[in-house]
Every structure is written in C-alpha cells, then in structure tokens.
C-alpha cells in the first residue's frame, strides 16, 4: 500500500503551507502538487496521480476544495477511487471513504456547498491573476479629471440635464449624476 499526498498551490498563499502541515502528519510516501495554472481542465499532477494508484493505496488530501473540481468532477473522481478500491483522507476534517461514517444530508448539502463555494472563488481570483499579467484591467474605466469639469461646468454654469451632458460626454447617466452629487455635496451653498 502506497500512501500519496497532493496539494494544490492556490492564489491565497498561505494555503500551501496549510495542506502541507496537514498532509505531513500522514507520512506520505509520494506527494504530487499541482502548480498555480489559469487553466483548470489541466490538473497534470492530479491526472498523473490518478494513472498510478493501485487497489489498496490511500491519497491524502487537504480538503475536497483543493481538486478543484465542480460537485460532477468531484464525483467522478470519488467514484473513479471507489473502483479502484483507493482511499480517500480529507487532512482538515479526518473525513476517510473507508470509514463508515455518517452525516446528515443537511450537514453533506453544507459542507459541499461550503467546498464548491471556495472552489468558485479560488478559480475567479486564477482568473482575474491571468486576465491582470494579459494586461486587461477589470472594474469601470476611469473618467479624466478634465471630463469631469467639464461635467460640472455644463451643470453649474449651463444648466444642462443630466441626459444631454451624459450624451456630450459620451459616458453613462449614472456616472454624470454621480460626479453631479459628489460636486453637490462638497458645495452645498452652490
């Protein structure tokens, strides 16, 4: 019986050293951690991973998080080890599929709703990391200082609605109203 640790290097981190602190305690024979990647179809070190295990082996993971997987994919990997009659260590909840065990559903819908959460997360911060080092910057774009003077001069000194100032100056009504207010509430004797 072969005992495997793997660990997924997340953008948090001090994650890293979390599972590996967990994972140790387990006294692995072989660890495969995955690298930080913005494409998650390509879990390399998990695929490798799952190509050697043999009948009787355990792998040790953090958490369920740390696959990075949806609840399907998730499934499928847990019924992959069931067949291959591979257990299953969660390190942070001593959660381990040759266990008998029981959970309330209430308590499986939580935990699982808590995992696909962090999952969702940790793929979206991958995302906005990627998309940042491509050069795409996210958010609203910025309006020049001169844009907003401007603003407020057709305001203030021609009394333009806020409609025809959003059309001249080619930006949204929310945004002409609130340089508007902020102009308002700095000068309110005006």
Not at 34 to 46: Q, T
Not at 166 to 187: A, D, M, P
């Amino acid at each position: 019986m072969t005992i495997y640790g793997y660990a997924r290097i997340a953008m948090d981190e001090t994650f890293i050293t979390t599972q590996m602190n967990a994972l140790k305690n387990y006294k692995y024979d072989k660890i495969y951690i995955e690298s930080l990647v913005p494409d998650e179809s390509n879990s390399k070190e998990l695929n490798h991973l799952l190509e050697c295990v043999e009948k009787g082996d355990q792998i040790v993971i953090y958490d369920f998080s740390v696959l990075g997987k949806n609840l399907t994919g998730l499934a499928e990997i847990i019924t992959f080890l069931e067949e291959k009659e591979v257990e299953l260590t969660l390190a942070a909840t001593n959660i381990n599929t040759d266990q008998n065990q029981s959970f309330s559903l209430n308590e499986m819908i939580h935990y699982f709703s808590s995992i696909e959460k962090a999952v969702m997360r940790e793929n979206t911060l991958r995302g906005l990391d990627y998309a940042r080092k491509q050069g795409k910057i996210g958010g609203r774009p910025t309006i020049d200082q001169e844009v907003i003077d401007h603003i407020i001069h057709l305001h203030k000194n021609k009394g333009y609605s806020l409609k025809r100032i959003s059309e001249e100056c080619n930006i949204s009504i929310g945004s002409v109203h609130k340089y508007v207010q902020q102009y308002k509430n700095k000068h309110p004797q005006e």
